[in-house]
Nanobody, 124 residues
Framework: QVQLVESGGGLVQAGDSLRLSCAAS????????MGWFRQAPGKEREFVAA????????DYADSVKGRFTISRDNTENTLALQMNSLKPEDTAVYYC?????????????????WGQGAQVTVSS
C-alpha cells in the first residue's frame, strides 16, 4: 500500500505556471505506475497524464499536451506535474494516483491508490 499527498495547488491567472507535487510513502514507489487526474465542478474525473514505473513511458491527454509535463523521482518518492500556459478550463481538483501494474493507463479504475486532491483555479 502507498499513501499519496498532493501539494502545490492554488489560484493563478491565465497564462501562468504552477507545479503540483505528490509525495508517496509506504511501499516502494518505483513499483507503481503513476498518474494525474482532475475533476472540475459538475464534471467527471478525467485523465491528465501518466508515467511508467521507470519514467520511460509517458502519456498525456490531448488537452494538456505541450503545456503540462509529468515527472517522477524514484529516489525521493515524488511525482510532479509542471503546468504551463494555464487556461481557465484547467480549473479543477487535481489528484495523483498509483497503480500496481506494468503498463501506463488512462483508466482511473485501474489505479489503486489516490491522494486527497489539490485545488487549481485559473482566472481569466
Amino acid at each position: 500500500q502507498v499513501q499519496l499527498v498532493e501539494s502545490g495547488g492554488g489560484l493563478v491567472q491565465a497564462g501562468d505556471s504552477l507545479r503540483l507535487s505528490c509525495a508517496a510513502s509506504g511501499r516502494t514507489f518505483s513499483s507503481y505506475v503513476m498518474g494525474w487526474f482532475r475533476q472540475a465542478p459538475g464534471k467527471e474525473r478525467e485523465f491528465v497524464a501518466a508515467m511508467g514505473r521507470r519514467a520511460g513511458y509517458v502519456d498525456y491527454a490531448d488537452s494538456v499536451k505541450g503545456r503540462f509535463t509529468i515527472s517522477r523521482d524514484n529516489t525521493e518518492n515524488t511525482l510532479a506535474l509542471q503546468m504551463n500556459s494555464l487556461k481557465p478550463e484547467d480549473t479543477a481538483v487535481y489528484y495523483c494516483a498509483a497503480g500496481e501494474r506494468y503498463l501506463i493507463t488512462r483508466n482511473d479504475y485501474e489505479y489503486d491508490f489516490w491522494g486527497q486532491g489539490a485545488q487549481v483555479t485559473v482566472s481569466s
